[in-house]
């Protein structure tokens, strides 16, 4: 389980998150809230990008005390995630399978289902939202993650794609992997059911019955 115990966020000196306690089981979480709730705040704070105060643990690993571990077992992608522009999709590949510990043959059978492989050998400056965003899909499916964090999975994606990914989350989620995603927008998706639904607002996080 994926834990926060009197964790707070400040931009400056305003709050943006105060969540006294909170304890994702295993299973699929969909996180609920209005652009700018907080939502990916709390994301980018779970994946280790951002301070903050208070505890955030998988299981009995401490983020703050035990980083690398931690990121071993957690992945992340990003809502628009941006990319030096001078790298290539295959220089992120290779750096995060060296970083996760992936396998070639985990990269090759991600890389056909999101259909990466036919631009990924050029600069990241010359990818469209798209093509971006399959590419961080990608990357946070990489290596033997426990949880795996989705902040807008299905935004700037084709309809194709965006099925694509859904299965992935899917399979994934029936062999034992954990996920978090969230939207701002109603959710209907057949191939995606949350065990649990959250909601973001008034700076604070609730589970939703």
């Known amino acids: ?11 400056s000196n305003h709050l943006i998150l105060d969540i006294p306690s909170t304890t994702f089981e295993k299973g699929v979480h969909w996180v609920k809230g209005k652009n700018g709730s907080g939502k990916s705040t709390l994301f980018n704070c779970l994946a280790g990008l951002l301070p903050y105060s208070g505890h955030i643990k998988l299981e009995d690993i401490d983020l703050r005390k035990s980083p690398e571990a931690y990121k071993l077992k957690v992945n992340y992608s990003q809502s628009e995630p941006i990319y030096p522009e001078f790298l290539t999709g295959s220089d992120l590949i290779q750096f995060y399978v060296k970083l996760k510990k992936s396998s070639r043959e985990q990269v090759e059978e991600l890389d056909q289902l999101l259909g990466v492989s ?52 899917r399979s994934r989620a029936k062999n034992g992997v954990s996920f978090l995603f969230a939207t701002h927008q109603d959710f209907e998706n057949s191939l995606i059911n949350p065990d649990n639904t959250w909601m973001i607002s008034n700076q604070t996080l609730e589970s939703e019955l």
């Open 1 to 11: 389980m994926l834990t926060l115990d009197s964790f707070r966020k400040f931009f």
């Open 118 to 169: 036919t631009y990924k050998n050029q600069p990241c400056g010359n990818f469209s939202s798209g093509m971006m965003k399959k590419l961080s899909i990608l990357l946070a499916f990489l290596g033997n993650p426990e949880w795996i964090i989705l902040d807008e999975p299905l935004i700037t994606l084709d309809k194709e794609s965006q099925i694509v990914v859904s299965e992935l989350i």
